[in-house]
T-cell receptor
Framework: GNSVTQMEGPVTLSEEAFLTINCTYT??????LFWYVQYPGEGLQLLLK?????DKGSNKGFEATYRKETTSFHLEKGSVQVSDSAVYFC????????????FGKGTKLSVIP | DTEVTQTPKHLVMGMTNKKSLKCEQH?????MYWYKQKAKKPPELMFV???????INESVPSRFSPECPNSSLLNLHLHALQPEDSALYLC????????????FGPGTRLLVL
């Protein structure tokens, strides 16, 4: 079956530090990959996505590249802000006919001034 | 516009009460979802509606009863809930139930006393 493994948190960084949150996956076929962000007390917001190998998703300074050879979709940001403090979920959708989004366990990021 | 709205934002109910959660989207999406999210966990899929028909019920207890009156609206009727049902209930929608991106609402935070 499908699975997503992301680095355990919490991750604490100083403002303007570089961020990497690792995400690897196991899936049959050619999944679509997503990063969602959940700010405290809120629902999930789509941060970025990639639908095929070598695609790079980007939004709000965050980037992730779909690497089929390493089955990875690591999230990066060059300079984090306090406002980036949230829980980040990596997820995959395995393809047509499947309704299921498979989520990782989530990584809590805290950015301190 | 990728907005999914949910009401109410917060709900407190006793174990003998009947209440309903409401979800609405006006993006023309034909697939709608209910998820349950416990603290510090990823969302868990409960139900999927595709073209206003129930497609997936992930073995959810009958005290949760979904309803899709039209393509824009999704309800979750609650009856005789247990304290362990306290959670954040998230609604999502997508263009169709395939590889499409799911967009989430802000959630209803439910407390069962």
């Amino acid at each position: 079956g499908n699975s997503v493994t992301q680095m355990e948190g919490p991750v604490t960084l100083s403002e303007e530090a570089f961020l990497t949150i690792n995400c690897t996956y196991t899936a049959t076929g050619y999944p679509s990959l997503f990063w969602y962000v959940q700010y405290p007390g809120e629902g999930l917001q789509l941060l970025l996505k990639a639908t095929k190998a070598d695609d790079k998703g980007s939004n709000k300074g965050f980037e992730a590249t779909y690497r089929k050879e390493t089955t990875s979709f690591h999230l990066e940001k060059g300079s984090v802000q306090v406002s980036d403090s949230a829980v980040y979920f990596c997820a995959l959708h395995s393809g047509a006919g499947s309704y299921q989004l498979t989520f990782g366990k989530g990584t809590k990021l805290s950015v301190i001034p | 516009d990728t907005e999914v709205t949910q009401t109410p934002k917060h709900l407190v109910m006793g174990m003998t009460n009947k209440k309903s959660l409401k979800c609405e989207q006006h993006m023309g999406h034909r697939a709608m979802y209910w998820y349950k999210q416990k603290a510090k966990k990823p969302p868990e899929l409960m139900f999927v509606y595709s073209y206003e028909k129930l497609s997936i019920n992930e073995s959810v207890p009958s005290r949760f009863s979904p309803e899709c009156p039209n393509s824009s609206l999704l309800n979750l009727h609650l009856h005789a809930l247990q304290p362990e049902d306290s959670a954040l209930y998230l609604c999502a929608s997508s263009h169709s139930a395939g590889r499409e991106t799911q967009y989430f609402g802000p959630g209803t935070r439910l407390l069962v006393l």
